[in-house]
């Protein structure tokens, strides 16, 4: 069965620095892969995806994430953060019958 | 509007009372899925449904009910709420064809006391 891992509930970084939010999945087959992001109070939106095209997925807002299949990693990053980046992230997988399967979901801090 | 839309937005119930959280979509999406969120277990999924009348479960079904008699609505029913349920309730669509494109609704916020 497909899952996903992500490191870190909390992660906090200072404006302009880089963000590195972490992802490990675990599946049977050749994956697809997600990053969603929450703003509060809202739904989650696209953020990037992977399905095999090419290992690095460059996305909204200047995210990008690259699929290591020796790592089964599927890290986020973003190299300049911004104050509006602050938010949730949830990595996720498809699970057969174009199921989305969530991570516990990272929330990013920027702070000046 | 275009778009997935959820309602209400926000529900206080009762502990043993039926609530029925409503989605709808503008899109036609063969897929529609029905989402709780939790702190520390980020979204679940509690029913999915693959076209107009075919629905099944996902991971947390129990206490829960869905139908799908057209394609555009997915509402979701809590047959006696409890204060587990208590909850951010997440819709979502997605297109035929498969990988897609997840589009979630604002989604609502149910606290059952």
């Known amino acids: 069965a497909q899952s996903v891992t992500q490191l870190g509930s909390h992660v906090s970084v200072s404006e302009g620095a880089l963000v590195l939010l972490r992802c490990n999945y675990s599946s049977s087959v050749p994956p697809y892969l997600f990053w969603y992001v929450q703003y509060p109070n809202q739904g989650l939106q696209l953020l990037l995806k992977?399905?095999?095209?090419?290992?690095l997925v460059k996305g909204i807002n200047g995210f990008e994430a690259e699929f290591k299949k020796s790592e089964t990693s599927f890290h986020l990053t973003k190299p300049s953060a911004h104050m509006s980046d602050a938010a949730e992230y949830f990595c996720?997988?498809?699970?057969?019958?174009?199921?989305?399967?969530f991570g516990a979901g990272t929330r990013l801090a920027v702070h000046p | 509007d275009a778009g997935i839309t959820q309602s209400p937005r926000y529900k206080i119930t009762e502990t043993g009372r039926q609530v029925t959280l409503m989605c709808h979509q503008t899109?036609?999406?063969?897929?529609m899925f029905w989402y709780r969120q939790d702190l520390g277990h980020g979204l679940r999924l509690i029913y999915y449904?693959?076209?107009?009348?075919?629905?099944d479960k996902g991971e947390v079904p129990d206490g829960y009910v869905v139908s799908r008699s057209k394609t555009e609505n997915f509402p979701l029913t809590l047959e006696s709420a409890t204060r587990s349920q208590t909850s951010v309730y997440f819709c979502?669509?997605?297109?035929?064809?498969?990988?897609?494109?997840?589009?979630f609704g604002q989604g609502t916020r149910l606290t059952v006391v």
């Open positions: 449904s693959a076209a107009a009348d075919i629905t």
């Open positions: 899109w036609s999406h063969s897929y």
């Open positions: 979502a669509s997605i297109t035929t064809g498969g990988h897609g494109e997840a589009f």
């Open positions: 992977y399905t095999s095209a090419a290992t």
């Open positions: 996720a997988v498809h699970g057969g019958y174009n199921k989305l399967i």
